[in-house]
């Protein structure tokens, strides 16, 4: 039984998941509230669940890039329960969450989530036995500079606002997600984790860090 978190920007996500089925999803925008949201929206979903803490077996918990505030909480809460109830833990990259959604093809997928100041956080994928698998490091890039790097039909997807779609609809070179699968769902990171679970990789809980991302610097790689 997994209970997975992303609170790596303003959308947050709580998930149940036993492999099989998920049992509770929950999905929202927190206007800067996630302290006070998370912790009651994991006890919620576990009761909906039926299930309790000493039901699970492992812990997922998105790893950024993000901000500071939402990653610091969310890694907070997840390794309290880990250490409480002895608990492994698997981090999962942020970008590597919104990129599961989107059908797998031949074209290169750019994931994005938005880095303050104009800026968008890039991670690049392309399909590796049938799966989106990351490919160099993550740019931190303004949008001209964005479709300046897309040289060859590409998808993209992730936290794409309205004056984004607006500016690329028309774009030779570029295919936008639909906005239902934009939009991070923790199911995924419920997925990304249980493979790793499956396969017996999992984290150092104490050196499990967020990967912090700094408002119009430079992301490291």
Request: charged share 20%.
């Amino acid at each position: 039984m997994l209970l997975g978190v992303d609170t790596s920007t303003q959308a947050v996500g709580v998930v149940i998941y036993d492999g099989s089925q998920v049992l509770c999803e929950e999905s929202w925008i927190s206007r800067r509230f996630h302290t006070v949201e998370l912790a009651k929206a994991v006890s919620e979903n576990l009761i909906r669940a039926g299930l309790s803490a000493n039901d699970l077996d492992f812990l997922g918990v998105a790893t950024g890039p993000g901000s500071f505030t939402g990653l610091r909480i969310g890694l907070a809460l997840v390794k309290g329960i880990a250490f409480t109830h002895q608990l492994p833990v698997i981090g999962v990259p942020t970008l590597d969450i919104t990129a599961r959604a989107v059908p797998p093809t031949d074209q290169k997928l750019a994931a994005v989530l938005q880095a303050g100041r104009n800026r968008l956080a890039v991670g690049w994928y392309q399909t590796v036995d049938g799966h989106w698998a990351p490919e160099g490091k993550i740019e931190n890039l303004s949008l001209e500079e964005l479709v300046t790097r897309i040289t060859k039909p590409c998808l993209l997807t992730g936290e794409l606002s309205r004056e984004i779609r607006q500016a690329l609809v028309d774009h030779e070179l570029i295919t936008l997600a639909d906005p239902t699968l934009a939009m991070r769902s923790p199911k995924y990171l419920a997925e990304l984790a249980w493979e790793r679970w499956r396969s017996g990789d999992v984290d150092d809980v104490l050196g499990l860090k967020p990967y912090y991302l700094h408002k119009g610097d430079p992301i490291p790689g």
